[in-house]
Nanobody, 126 residues
Framework: VQLQASGGGLVQAGGSLRLSCAAS????????MGWFRQAPGKEREFVAA???????TYYANSGGRFTISRDNAKNTVFLQMNSLKPEDTAVYYC?????????????????????WGKGTLVTVSS
């Protein structure tokens, strides 16, 4: 699976951004999808995940500000980010992991991903 993230940019605190990740090369609906981020000087961390069908989602502690969704017809996963804070500044990566029966979005937080996309930079100014 090739993954291409987009939608990052510079936004003021309190603003919103919608990240997109377009997938190609394999059957998108076979993969659970996740968003991760890496801030300067920090390790990469889990942000959100969604199951193959989109019926299950799981979030790191974002205070309800982020929403992950997917459109299997368009082979795309999204991350809507609202009420952005300067501490949300990071490179955001999308990732895919082959799903399986009984899979959960929560498992993505501790799973090894099969594929990673190149990141998109989000900068939140104060």
């Amino acid at each position: 699976v090739q993954l291409q993230a987009s939608g990052g940019g510079l936004v003021q605190a309190g603003g919103s951004l919608r990240l997109s990740c377009a997938a190609s090369g394999r059957t998108f609906s076979n993969y659970a999808m996740g968003w991760f981020r890496q801030a300067p000087g920090k390790e990469r961390e889990f942000v959100a995940a969604i199951t193959r069908s989109g019926g299950g989602t799981y979030y790191a502690n974002s205070g309800g500000r982020f929403t992950i969704s997917r459109d299997n017809a368009k082979n795309t996963v999204f991350l809507q980010m609202n009420s952005l804070k300067p501490e949300d500044t990071a490179v955001y990566y999308c990732a895919a992991r082959l799903g399986f029966a009984g899979d959960t979005a929560q498992a993505m937080a501790q799973s090894s991903m099969n594929y990673w996309g190149k990141g998109t930079l989000v900068t939140v100014s104060s």
